[in-house]
């Protein structure tokens, strides 16, 4: 009788920790995409301003240039 039981406790806990597996890789799944996002975005940014701050250097440098 008693192993009877701890197995058949042993399916039901299973089970259970089956769905919470389920739902933690959802979450993390979403997690994961989101951070991504956030890093593709923070990424793109830095680009962004870097190339923006690398025109304005050349044209302050070319001005310079040109005065002298």
Known sequence: MGTIHVKYFGQANEGCL????????????????????????????????????????QKFSYQKGKGA
Do not use: D, G, Q, R
């Not at 933690?24 to 593709?40: D, G, K, R, S």
């Not at 923070?42 to 025109?55: D, E, G, P």
């Open 18 to 57: 089956f769905k919470h597996k389920k739902l933690y890789h959802i979450f993390y799944w979403y997690f994961e995409a989101f951070i991504y996002n956030e890093l593709l975005k923070i990424v793109l940014k830095l680009i962004t301003l870097s190339t923006m701050y690398s025109i304005l250097a």
